[in-house]
């Protein structure tokens, strides 16, 4: 599942605010934020980033699965697919946070 993509060229938030409980599927390096997609402000772009895909394991929304692209994570694919992680909406703009190790 992807967001959807808004008439004034904004993504709108598949997710309502809160905090999920989430599990890391996979992971997709890029060079720099351009090369998603979804690149943030001009300061970010030219940061690593990673393509995560998520998916929600506990409460209303268990099962769903999404991809957020996250920027400054340490590690890669080896180091996160597979472990949990913290995904917060907060008005309608998603942050995440990897547990690994």
């Not at 997709?28 to 929600?56: C, K, M, Q, W, Y």
């Not at 999404?66 to 913290?86: I, K, Q, R, S």
Request: aromatic share 4%.
């Amino acid at each position: 599942m992807t967001d959807p993509l808004l008439p004034d060229g904004t993504f709108g938030a598949i997710l309502p605010d809160g905090t999920y409980n989430a599990f890391v599927l996979d992971c997709v390096e890029s060079s720099t934020t351009s090369d998603n997609e979804a690149a943030g402000p001009a300061s970010l772009t030219d940061r690593p980033s990673s393509t995560l895909t998520l998916a929600i394991v506990t409460g209303e929304h268990k099962g769903e699965t999404l991809d957020v692209v996250a920027v400054g994570l340490e590690g890669g694919f080896a180091e996160l697919v597979g472990v949990p992680a913290t995904l917060v909406v907060h008005e309608g703009t998603p942050s995440v946070t990897v547990e690994a190790d």
